[in-house]
Nanobody
Framework: QVQLVESGGGSVQAGGSLGLSCAGS????????VAWFRQAPGKEREEVAA????????YYADSVKGRFTISQDNSKNTVYLQMSSLKPEDSAMYYC??????????????????????WGQGTQVSVSS
């Protein structure tokens, strides 16, 4: 089965940068949607970015657009999230999730967490002011 492992979280000051990695294994389909979600205490889990591994489609939440960049290295089954100009409100547990298989169109939409069948354990991001 699909397994996902996140890494790269930590503590940074406002205005700083962090890069997160999601290493996947066990895929049986060539084309998948890999997304980053985050959840802060007392708040609902929200999708912040997604990428279609077949190419040509990405999604960004309005709150992170222009500051976060999602990318992939398909040869390594790894998806990255580069976060810049971080704000205290970005503090949350960040989770990697996968929908397998997926389509280019569906991966471009803002979607509910239960659409994704595979999840990593999460990595903590803390941004101080």
């Amino acid at each position: 089965q699909v397994q996902l492992v996140e890494s790269g979280g930590g503590s940074v000051q406002a205005g700083g940068s962090l890069g997160l990695s999601c290493a996947g294994s066990g895929y049986t389909y060539n084309y998948n949607c890999v997304a980053w979600f985050r959840q802060a205490p007392g708040k609902e889990r929200e999708e912040v970015a997604a990428i279609y591994t077949g190419g040509g489609s990405t999604y960004y939440a309005d709150s992170v657009k222009g500051r976060f960049t999602i990318s992939q290295d398909n040869s390594k089954n790894t998806v990255y999230l580069q976060m810049s100009s971080l704000k205290p409100e970005d503090s949350a547990m960040y989770y990697c999730a996968a929908e397998s298989p997926s389509t280019r169109y569906s991966c471009s939409l803002s979607r509910r967490p239960d659409i994704f069948g595979h999840w990593g354990q999460g990595t903590q991001v803390s941004v101080s002011s």
